[in-house]
């Protein structure tokens, strides 16, 4: 298929295609996701993050989920999506910078709020202005079926996540006129062989990279109200203090010091 065109080894992270059905109104998007899961488990060893098989499993599909969902969104924006669950009790929760073809996100299973249903939240920035969000509510625990009841309810346009592959995903949303009939009848095995039955346009290639850009600064900038409003809580007469970074779970040291230091500099 033309959609699984080999990546070109000068290039580093995992492309991600777009096409046009042509005479459908449909848009595919399609990526091989084993470079981005290398990254991430790459990650959590980094990190010392170990987390639940039944979660780890539930975080790679939603990032696949967010992942296509962003190479198919305009470049200028900003996307982050919550993503919470009741039974089990977990939030996921995904960043993305399209203009860098970033991505990253973490799993919480500590603290996760009890709520009389789950919850998903999509956060988009577009050219600086403000954010707007959405929120719906969603059955079971498929990270992907959630996306889908987002797509449908706030998006207001069917999207069909694929998994074509032990790590080959694509994702079919809606264009204006789109033949319906031919949308839903969609399946595993005909999307793998689309090009045979199908004119695909290829739109657009790009290449996303596990990313989050975390730094000493911006932990610095997260822990300065907690200095500010209770400094002998926030160290427990410690010189320093461990903090994970909200996105990525990264794990970084701030130094009293450091952090007193930094707040001298801010109004």
Known sequence: ?????????????TEV??????????????????????????????????????????FKRALTAFALHCASRPRNELTAWTINFQA????????????EGAVTGRGFAENVKELPENIFYADVVRNRQPARRSAVSF??????????????QSEQRGARYFELGEEDFALLTEHPDCDLEWFHAQTPETMRTLDERETLVLLERRVLHWHCGCNQRRMLE?????????????????????????????????????L?????TQP
Do not use: W
């Open 1 to 13: 298929m033309s959609a699984s065109t080999p990546v070109n080894p000068a290039d580093s992270g």
């Open 17 to 58: 295609r777009s096409y046009f059905v042509r005479s459908r109104n449909a848009l595919l998007t399609r990526a091989h996701f084993g470079d981005l899961f290398v990254d991430y488990y790459l990650h959590l060893a980094d990190q010392g993050l170990k987390p639940e098989p039944e979660h780890d499993a539930m």
């Open 88 to 99: 089990p009790r977990l939030n996921l929760f995904l960043a993305g910078d399209n203009e």
């Open 139 to 152: 059955t079971g625990a498929d990270p992907i079926a959630a996306a889908e009841k987002f797509y449908a």
């Open 222 to 258: 997260v822990l300065l109200p907690v200095l500010r409003s209770d400094a002998e809580g926030l160290f427990g007469g410690e010189d320093k203090v461990e903090i994970r970074c909200p996105r990525c779970a990264g794990r970084h040291v701030v130094t009293r010091e450091a």
């Open 260 to 264: 007193e230091a930094f707040a001298v």
